[in-house]
């Protein structure tokens, strides 16, 4: 492979992350298993009874988790994958630069893949980045 065409490849990567950088979903899922129990001093704490009614042989308390229970923060969350898929981009690039040299830095060049590896990077990406940069310095 010729690394003009392996430059085009990451560039395109590059292109298409930039133009679309919510591709990377994240899917949050919450189970809430038990409850909370609140006491405002003294001793003991208060329990509401439900079920138990005429002809049953069940009672207990009630635990209900709503979406309002749960709390994420939003905007946390988007900056820090905005930040990582800013650095996803900017090492892509620079992997593109490298390759467009006319004497790229091979150690760097590994450097940049390796820190793929074991990231949230997409093993697709760094499968795909993995062969063209080997097959470009062949």
């Not at 085009?8 to 590059?14: D, S």
């Not at 409850?35 to 439900?50: D, E, F, K, L, W």
């Not at 207990?60 to 981009?89: C, F, H, M, P």
Request: cysteine-free; glycine content about 10%; aromatic content about 2%.
């Amino acid at each position: 492979m010729e690394r003009s065409e392996a430059v085009l490849i990451i560039r395109t990567l590059v292109e298409s992350i930039s133009a679309q950088p919510k591709q990377f979903t994240i899917n949050v899922q919450a189970t809430a298993v038990g409850q909370s129990i609140s006491t405002s001093g003294g001793i003991g704490m208060v329990v509401n009874a439900t079920g138990g009614g005429p002809g049953s042989s069940v009672i207990g308390n009630q635990v209900r988790v709503g979406s309002a229970d749960i709390k994420i923060a939003y905007e946390a969350a988007d900056t820090a994958i905005t930040q990582q898929v800013q650095g996803l981009i900017d090492s892509l690039s620079e992997l593109a630069k490298q390759l467009e040299s006319e004497k790229p830095d091979e150690g760097l060049i590994h450097k940049v893949i390796s820190s793929l590896k074991d990231s949230w990077v997409p093993p697709l990406i760094i499968a795909v980045v993995n062969t063209v940069a080997g097959l470009a310095l062949a």
